[in-house]
C-alpha cells in the first residue's frame, strides 16, 4: 500500500542552523512522484519540487536541497543556514496511478521552528 | 496569491447540515483537486476533475460529493455533517492530469467547523 511518512513531528532550529526534514515512503509502483510542499501559518500550501521515481539526482534551490535515494526509499528536504521566514509545516508527497489515475498521499507533516 | 480562489473563507454550521464549498481554479488550469486537512487525519486527498470530469477518487466519505462545471469552477458538497467533519478543505488545480509536468496550485482554503 501507498504511505508516506514524515516521523518528525516538530522540530525547532537556532537561525542559521542546517536542518534537515525527513521523508520515507512505501509504493508497489515503478512510476511515482515525489513532491515537498510548504505550508506557512498564512495556511496556503506552497509548491517546493517535484522528483520523478526514475531521476535519482539530488537538488539544490537556494537554500534548499533536496536527497532522493530509492535504495532507502526516502526523499530528505534539508534547509542551509535556516531563517525565520522558513518556519512553516512541511509535507512530503507521493502520485501514483496504480490504477491509470494518479492519486496523492501526503505525510503528517513536520512543522518547523525556526527561532531568532 | 496562487490564483486559486476559494469560497467561502469561513463556514459554522451545525450537525445534520449541509454546506457548499466553492473553487475557482487558476486560469487555463483544467484539473480541480479536494483535500481534508484535520488536526488527526492530517491531509488527505478527496477527489479530482479533469475538464468536468471526475478522475480520481481518495478517502471520500459517501456524504461528499463534488462536481465540476463547464466554466471548470468546482463545488464540494458536503451534507449529513458531523462533528468530525469539521477542519480545513483545500482546493487546487493543476493544468493537466500528469504530475510529471503538472504540478498542483493550491488555494487558501475554507475552514469549516461544525457544532
Known amino acids: 500500500a501507498q504511505k508516506v511518512t514524515q516521523a518528525q513531528t516538530e522540530i525547532s532550529v537556532v537561525e542559521k542552523e542546517d536542518v534537515t526534514l525527513d521523508c520515507v515512503y512505501e509504493t508497489r509502483d515503478t512510476t511515482y512522484y515525489l513532491f515537498w510542499y510548504k505550508q506557512p501559518p498564512s495556511g496556503e500550501l506552497v509548491f517546493l519540487i517535484r522528483r520523478n521515481s526514475f531521476d535519482e539526482q539530488n537538488e539544490i534551490s537556494g537554500r534548499y536541497s533536496w536527497n532522493f535515494q530509492k535504495s532507502t526509499s526516502s526523499f530528505n528536504f534539508t534547509i542551509t543556514a535556516s531563517q525565520v521566514v522558513d518556519s512553516a509545516v512541511y509535507f512530503c508527497a507521493l502520485s501514483e496511478a496504480p490504477s491509470g489515475t494518479y492519486k496523492y498521499i501526503f505525510g503528517t507533516g513536520t512543522r518547523l521552528k525556526v527561532l531568532a | ?115
Open chain 2, 1 to 115: 496569491d496562487s490564483g486559486v480562489t476559494q469560497t467561502p473563507k469561513h463556514l459554522i454550521t451545525a450537525t445534520g447540515q449541509r454546506v457548499t464549498l466553492r473553487c475557482s481554479p487558476r486560469s487555463g488550469d483544467l484539473s480541480v483537486y479536494w483535500y481534508q486537512q484535520s488536526l488527526d487525519q492530517g491531509l488527505q486527498f478527496l477527489i479530482q476533475y479533469y475538464n468536468g470530469e471526475e478522475r480520481a477518487k481518495g478517502n471520500i466519505l459517501e456524504r461528499f460529493s463534488a462536481q465540476q462545471f463547464p466554466d471548470l469552477h468546482s463545488e464540494l458538497n458536503l451534507s449529513s455533517l458531523e462533528l468530525g467533519d469539521s477542519a480545513l478543505y483545500f482546493c487546487a488545480s493543476s493544468v493537466g492530469l500528469d504530475p510529471s509536468s503538472h504540478e498542483q496550485y493550491f488555494g487558501p482554503g475554507t475552514r469549516l467547523t461544525v457544532t
